[in-house]
């Protein structure tokens, strides 16, 4: 089969190789791919700024249909559309008997340290499986892991109660999701991008959200003066700098709680304000098997929309026109269907 990989460390460009298919083990299953998700990670794993077990297939979002499994036991899979979980973890470490695999320090990731979605086939543990809710189709379904991602920084425990005012700092597809997700708490939100956003804040405000310029003067003095009134209960920065996140940390009322999601190298600020007005820091790295739950419920409910975020479906030889794109911030999520020539 073909497979995007990465064939050396550091900035080695990936390139379209022909690999065996895989078989799975007992307690493994083989997914036949219907869509990957082409993430910033993956960006970074070109540039040698994140680590990858080369060589490796590269795609960590991943959707598919389950065609094989290792043992008869496992055979109710057989046909199941899944989306897969992208922790392989030891099972056995506090943090997988406490539902925090991401944490385990055995944890290896499809599509950096364990061969991924960018091909036909892949083989995960069976437990790495979630059925996808009827209603949700392959694009939207190709796009569902950085929703679990949302959902383990936002849900679990919950950092966004109903009637809070929320303020979600980057319109990219975490930003877009995490509003979403956060509207769906019954949260009153509001997404803040930039002026070279206007096609993303665009289309957050097609899916019913509002929207706020950081680099309108008008947008931004009446955030910061709502600011100075104590009215926005919980920040989300999502854009992974240093500038949004010292605004966010301005933004968030005295007791209120302040969720980092996005990361782009070293992000650095003061904890003073922090400290000095009792807020509640939280973090989110990665997917938990809670977290994927309840994306598939918030899915299956119609809350959280994310097939309008795909911008284009390509097949697997155009990988370097989906980094390009990502590259000139152009869209928002590209998906490889290995299907396509």
């Known amino acids: ?64 249909r389950v065609d094989a499994v290792g043992t008869a036991r496992d055979e109710t899979w057989l046909g199941r559309r899944v989306a897969l979980e992208t922790a392989v973890t030891c099972g056995i470490c506090e943090w997988c008997r406490t539902g925090k695999p991401m944490l385990c320090p055995e944890r290896r990731s499809i599509g ?3 061969d991924g979605g960018f ?3 892949i083989v995960v543990p069976v437990r790495n499986l979630h059925p996808l809710p009827d209603n949700v189709d392959e694009r939207a379904a190709a796009v569902s892991e950085p929703l679990a991602c949302v959902c383990n920084a936002l849900l679990d425990p919950p950092a966004v ?16 999701i995490a509003a979403q997700v956060a509207r ?7 997404l803040v991008g930039t002026a070279s956003d ?31 009134t104590r009215s ?17 940390i301005a933004l968030v009322r005295p007791g209120g709680r302040y969720v980092q999601m996005g990361l782009s190298g070293d992000v650095t600020v003061s904890m003073t304000n922090l400290v000095l007005n009792e807020v509640s820091v939280r973090t989110g790295m990665a997917s938990s098997p809670a977290s994927w739950w309840r994306a ?25 026109k989906a980094i390009d794109q990502m590259r000139r911030r152009e869209g928002i999520k590209n998906v490889l269907d290995p299907r396509l020539e």
């Open 1 to 64: 089969m073909l497979a995007v990989r990465k064939m050396g460390p550091g900035a080695t460009p990936f390139s379209v190789e022909e690999v065996d298919r895989p078989e799975p083990a007992a307690g493994e299953a083989r997914v036949a791919v219907f869509g990957a998700g082409m993430c910033g990670t993956d960006l970074h794993i070109l540039d040698g700024d994140y680590a990858a077990n080369a060589p490796v297939t590269l795609g960590h979002e991943v959707a598919g």
């Open 112 to 114: 950096s340290g364990l």
């Open 119 to 121: 091909a036909s086939h």
């Open 161 to 176: 109660n109903a009637g809070d005012r929320v303020v979600v700092i980057g319109a990219g597809a975490i930003g877009i």
């Open 184 to 190: 769906a708490q019954g949260g009153q939100v509001t």
């Open 198 to 228: 206007a096609g993303r804040m665009a289309l957050a405000a097609e899916l019913g959200l509002d929207t706020a310029s950081v680099d309108d003067e008008a947008s931004r003095a009446d955030m910061e003066r709502a600011a100075a």
């Open 232 to 248: 926005f209960n919980v920040v989300v920065e999502c854009a992974g700098a240093r500038a949004a996140a010292e605004w966010g």
């Open 296 to 320: 598939m419920r918030l899915l299956e409910a119609g809350l959280v929309q994310l097939g309008p975020l795909v911008t284009d479906v390509l097949p697997l030889r155009q990988w370097a």
